[in-house]
């Protein structure tokens, strides 16, 4: 088990490696430089972009500029803004905690809604609600994130205004506290968290009812109906545990599509997460925090799946035994 998980966690060396050079080297290929942009072009002068370029190395071939920001990561030095001057690493960890409540809140609500739509489906395979949760999940992966995300806007946001429709807290945060203050937060939650998790939530289900159906065919299940177990014990202590196994890797898998996503939904919504802050980084071209983003992004997704693969290793005795 010990030298299973350390095999993984050496992986992970190569795997980010990867990720970092060939972001770097798809974004010095997007056409424009930072001093292309708008604002650099409207209040600087020509002799102040040709300092900037020289400060921070942009006028070195691309691959230069790699091996001195690689230089810089090894001291956990991300750079600074070409925005703001601000460093990089602070302006992740100021958003940081915003895009991972989402991504936990999107996880949870995939996990207890998904999970129980599959089993009933394959316990009632062909009955109304199977063929209704067969649309649902049609509909799933269907539906644009960024066409549901404006459609609901537009309903709970301006229609009903049930709803905010932005930002992660109102602008009179500051006059309520306690509850109130709590219960504002998961108001700005409801949208985002339900377009995040709309697609997953679609996929997922239809995940758990496969397998579920491949497991009660199963010899054992037989044997268990067979000795007089109450179909209850025989669904969730024999057959769930093992249909879920799969699953374990499925949800760890589906984070980098959270994380990825959140540049879509985290902008419409004007969440304060990495998403929309690599977003503005992408548009004004600031390459220490598209750096910066993109590897925090990578390293979160390649922790989710090791959490995935201790999770099954734990479940499946045969890992543990290797």
């Not at 071939?61 to 803004?81: A, C, E, T």
């Not at 989402?102 to 062909?126: E, R």
């Not at 996929?203 to 179909?231: C, F, H, P, W």
């Amino acid at each position: 088990m010990i030298a299973y998980l350390y095999r993984r966690i050496l992986m992970f060396i190569p795997i980010i490696f990867g990720i970092t050079i060939i972001t770097f080297f798809i974004m010095h290929l997007s056409p424009g430089k930072p001093t292309d942009t708008t604002e650099f072009q409207s209040k600087v002068s020509s002799e102040i972009r040709q300092k900037f370029i020289a400060i921070y190395g942009l006028d070195k071939p691309w691959y230069v500029q790699y091996v001195n920001w690689l230089k810089r990561l090894s001291r956990l030095d991300f750079g600074r803004s070409f925005k703001d001057d601000a460093p990089v690493l602070q302006k992740i960890a100021g958003r940081l905690p915003a895009t991972l409540l989402l991504n936990l809140c999107s996880l949870f609500l995939i996990f207890i809604v998904a999970v129980p739509m599959g089993v009933l489906s394959a316990l009632k395979k062909d009955s109304v609600f199977d063929r209704i949760s067969g649309v649902v999940v049609f509909a799933g992966f269907s539906v644009p994130t960024f066409w549901l995300a404006l459609i609901l806007m537009i309903v709970f946001g301006i229609k009903l205004r049930l709803l905010p429709i932005s930002g992660i807290r109102s602008v009179s945060i500051d006059e309520i506290s306690g509850i109130a203050a709590i219960l504002d937060t998961a108001k700005h939650l409801v949208l985002p968290v339900f377009v995040s998790a709309f697609t997953g939530l679609a996929g997922m289900s239809r995940y758990v009812r496969q397998n579920m159906l491949e497991v009660i065919r199963q010899d054992y299940i037989r044997t268990a109906r067979a000795k007089g177990l109450k179909e209850k014990d025989v669904v969730i202590k024999h057959a769930l545990r093992n249909a879920l196994l799969p699953i374990v890797t499925v949800m760890g898998l589906s984070i980098p599509g959270l994380i990825g996503g959140g540049f879509i939904f985290e902008t419409i919504f004007a969440w304060p997460g990495m998403g929309r802050l690599g977003y503005e980084a992408i548009m004004s071209r600031d390459y220490p925090v598209i750096m910066g983003v993109s590897t925090i992004a990578a390293f979160l997704t390649l922790a989710g799946n090791f959490i995935a693969d201790i999770t099954y290793a734990y479940l499946d005795p045969r890992i543990r035994h290797r």
